[in-house]
């Protein structure tokens, strides 16, 4: 007698959610593309989020929330299938990554909407350390969470061929790229790695929602 197929329970919702969040990250970028860089000047970020910026401000801090709330049922939905393959620590370190990534979007986006709300003859070095604390926790907070998901899930699946192997493989070096990029601390070069997790760990995650949607078909 042959072995029942996988159900699908639980990974059509991952794709759905996966979806969702890579829709809102996309316009959250559109919303944000004039975001001055992390060297601005305090009196530049007072000129961008408090003078010319308002309403952008606010629907990017929207964006921003949304899309981290939906980090919280993908990571649960991914360490249920993680789980089903007898792979509790994986489950574990994916479900506590989505939490921490959740918080740490959700940080930066609170902290963007309070920039956005100073009075305009706010001091310079305000603005410039609530801009600090945005970047380090959506940029360098989110690519270590990020990097906790993404491994947990490779490391868990990858060798029950639930996910392809190159996804497999490109998901663990999405991982290496987050956890890398914590060297920003020392040399602010490093932060090239936090788009590369933020976008291409966006793409990865919608590549491997798909593909373990066809492995449970």
């Not at 001055?36 to 010319?52: H, I, K, M, T, W």
């Not at 994986?90 to 990554?97: I, R």
């Not at 070069?189 to 949607?213: C, D, E, H, M, Q």
């Amino acid at each position: 007698m042959s072995a029942p197929a996988p159900s699908l329970r639980g990974s059509v919702p991952l794709l759905a959610a996966t979806l969702a969040y890579a829709v809102l990250t996309a316009a959250y970028v559109v919303a944000n593309s004039s975001t001055p860089q992390p060297g601005a000047s305090g009196d530049d970020l007072l000129r961008y989020y408090v003078r010319d910026r308002g309403t952008a401000i606010d629907l990017g801090a929207f964006l921003l929330v949304a899309a981290a709330l939906l980090m919280v049922p993908i990571a649960a939905f991914l360490a249920r299938l993680v789980r089903r393959e007898q792979s509790a620590a994986g489950a574990a370190t994916a479900f506590a990554g989505g939490v921490l990534a959740t918080a740490a979007l959700a940080s930066s986006a609170a902290l963007t909407w309070t920039l956005g709300r100073l009075p305009e003859r706010s001091p310079a070095a305000l603005a410039r350390a609530l801009a600090d604390l945005s970047f380090l926790a959506g940029g360098l907070g989110y690519a270590v969470s990020f990097a906790l998901l993404a491994a947990g899930t490779c490391l868990a699946v990858g060798g029950k061929r639930l996910l392809p192997r190159a996804c497999a493989t490109t998901g663990l070096a999405i991982a290496a790229a987050g956890f890398a990029a914590t060297l920003l601390l020392l040399v602010f070069g490093f932060s090239y790695l936090l788009p590369v997790v933020r976008f291409g760990g966006t793409a990865w995650l919608v590549w491997a929602a798909i593909a373990l949607v066809r492995s449970r078909a």
